[in-house]
């Protein structure tokens, strides 16, 4: 069995209180499933970021919040439908700079 992972941080800037980190597993051959039926449910996105999409900028500026909604309900069930595991965490930058 082949596992893939994929991390993402937000917050790196100076200045935040909290680092916050996503990480996600799965096999190789679940990725490569979900990857095919989420580039068609996000149409006519050809990337989604959640921030924009909630926020309704960026990619998504213009957008109403039904045609925002309409795109969650897409694909928020994909994520379900695959055996896809995740977690979030976050460091606050305070106690760190205290430990180093």
Same mark, same amino acid.
């Given at each position: 069995?082949?596992?893939? /992972?994929?991390?993402? %941080?937000?917050? =790196?800037?100076?200045?935040? !209180?909290? #680092?916050?980190?996503? /990480?996600?597993?799965? %096999?190789?051959? =679940?990725?490569?499933?979900w !990857?095919? #039926? ?10 989604y ?52």
């Amino acid at each position: 069995m082949v596992m893939q /992972v994929y991390m993402d %941080e937000s917050n =790196t800037h100076d200045g935040t !209180e909290y #680092l916050t980190i996503g /990480v996600a597993w799965a %096999e190789a051959r =679940t990725w490569s499933n979900w !990857e095919k #039926l989420w580039k068609k449910k996000i149409l006519p996105l050809e990337i989604y970021h959640s921030v924009e999409v909630h926020n309704r900028n960026g990619i998504c500026k213009g957008w109403s919040p039904p045609q925002r909604n309409a795109l969650v309900n897409r694909v928020l069930p994909i994520i379900a439908k695959h055996k896809i595991q995740g977690r979030i965490g976050y460091l606050d930058r305070k106690k760190l700079r205290k430990l180093l």
